[in-house]
């Protein structure tokens, strides 16, 4: 069976300040798949990145970057420089094969309150 | 480009009422994705489409609930009668050959459903 755990139900900071956003998952494929959506105010869901379970680079685009560490099963993301846009939901999700019949469908964490002040 | 379309945005509707919510999926795109997102729930897969075909119908909540996809470029969820308890958002997402597993989704903007 496949989880994901975002532990962080909310999460409050000051602009300008980083923010490390948790994500713990549970599989016991060897090969799989991580994501992270973002979801804002206006409802709509935003992938931001993918990662396999073969790639343990970490992975830099702009402020956010993203640990991947597979001794821990985690995924965290890190928001550097917080700003009040990055008010959001942060989803991690999971996918991993199913046998013969290709992946499984996302499995989604909780998700992560992010409130930005200014 | 344009992204996964979702009509309507927001549906009210009365307890007992019929409702269908509808998605065109990204273009190319082959597989195709119905959640419901609520606040006690959160995100859940309702059913999964790969090329047109249903492949994984387990999430979806009982009889009232049915989704088609007649060709590519669309599919339906009715919810035939609907309850109080259907209240949330919709999500359709699309994918570009999302069984070999290295493809993201992409989400519509949703449809949130209101039940009175």
């Known amino acids: 069976a496949q989880k994901v755990t975002q532990a962080q139900t909310e999460i409050s900071v000051v602009e300008k300040e980083d923010v490390t956003l948790d994500c713990v998952y549970e599989?016991?494929?060897?090969?799989?798949?991580l994501f992270w959506y973002k979801q804002p105010p206006s409802g709509e869901l935003v992938f931001l990145i993918r990662r396999n379970s073969f790639d343990e680079q970490n992975e830099i685009s702009g402020r956010y970057s993203w640990n991947f560490q597979k001794s821990t099963s985690s995924f965290n993301f890190t928001i550097t420089a917080s700003q009040v846009v990055d008010s959001a939901v942060y989803f991690c999700?999971?996918?991993?094969?199913?046998?013969?019949?290709?992946?499984?469908?996302?499995?989604f964490g909780k998700g992560t309150m992010l409130l930005v002040s200014p | 480009d344009a992204g996964v379309i979702q009509s309507p945005r927001h549906e009210v509707t009365e307890m007992g009422q019929e409702v269908t919510l509808r998605c065109k999926p990204i273009s190319g795109h082959n597989s195709l994705f119905w959640y419901r997102q609520t606040m006690m729930r959160g995100l859940e897969l309702l059913i999964y489409?790969?090329?047109?075909?249903?492949?994984?119908d387990s999430g979806m909540p009982e009889d009232r609930f049915s989704a088609k996809m007649p060709n590519a470029s669309f599919s339906t969820l009715k919810i035939q009668p609907s309850e109080p308890r259907d209240s949330a958002v919709y999500f359709c997402?699309?994918?570009?050959?999302?069984?070999?597993?290295?493809?993201?989704?992409?989400f519509g903007p949703g449809t949130r459903l209101t039940v009175l």
């Open positions: 999700a999971l996918s991993a094969p199913r046998g013969n019949s290709g992946y499984s469908t996302l499995t």
């Open positions: 599989t016991r494929d060897t090969t799989y798949y």
């Open positions: 997402a699309s994918s570009l050959y999302w069984d070999r597993g290295h493809n993201e989704q992409f």
């Open positions: 489409f790969n090329n047109n075909v249903p492949i994984d």
